[in-house]
């Protein structure tokens, strides 16, 4: 079976450089959820988009922005990176009408420098 | 605010049953769902509870009682696989709140 899909899987920048994640959601799921996670933390809810809006808002800081595609697929861009960024970004998604359940991605693992 | 409460940790030794509780405190709730994650993977789906109950998935099973705020995860059968951070999450306006997760050791 199909499962979301996450490139770059690993990804390293320099202080104040710039990062776009991009995820690839399971077909037929019109809802995108972004995630960070910090070692030893939760996943934090960062935004999520239904048919390619905004719909809901978390800890998503204003240097980041994200956008949901017409195929559906998503990208987190990260501007003014700093070493607190570092972290597994993780994206999930789930059908909106039955969204009991996400599906992530395997996540990708940003080191900043 | 919102908060989940989970234990931070919990030992059982391979065969044995464990259970994790999971209280909540979140302005809105759709149910309550329990996600499985090793040691650099991605979180995976285990159970929701929507209605107040227990829920039996194969050696899983999970509990809501929506009166109480209030669930667990049970695990029988315990086998070396199933070490694991596991955690609680409330579903709340199409967002998962999560809890701070449970770290399941476990000995032979």
């Known amino acids: 079976a199909a499962g979301v899909i996450q490139s770059p899987r690993h990804l390293i920048k320099e202080k104040r450089e710039t990062a776009t994640l991009k995820c690839y959601p399971i077909p037929r799921h019109d809802t995108v959820y972004w995630y960070q996670q910090g070692p030893g933390q939760d996943p934090q809810f960062l935004i999520s988009f239904y048919e390619k809006m905004q719909s809901d808002k978390g800890s998503i800081p204003d240097r980041f922005s994200a956008q949901q595609f017409s195929d559906y697929h998503s990208e987190l861009n990260m501007s003014s990176l700093e070493l607190g960024d570092s972290a597994l970004y993780f994206c999930a998604s789930s059908p909106r009408d039955l969204n009991n359940e996400q599906f992530f991605g395997p996540g990708t693992r940003l080191t900043v420098l | 605010g919102q908060s989940l409460e989970q234990p931070s940790e919990v030992t059982a030794v391979e065969g044995a049953i464990v259970q994790i509780n999971c209280t909540y405190q979140?302005?809105?709730?759709?149910?309550l769902s329990w996600y499985q994650q090793h040691d650099g993977g991605a979180p995976t789906f285990l159970s929701y509870n929507g209605l107040d109950g227990l829920e039996e998935t194969g050696r899983f099973s999970s509990f809501l009682s929506r009166s109480d705020s209030y669930g667990y995860l049970l695990l029988q059968e315990l086998q070396m696989k199933d070490s694991a951070s596991y955690f609680c999450?409330?579903?709340?306006?199409?967002?998962?709140?999560w809890g701070a997760g449970t770290k399941l050791i476990i000995k032979p």
């Open positions: 999450a409330v579903n709340s306006n199409y967002q998962l709140i």
């Open positions: 979140t302005s809105g709730f759709y149910g």
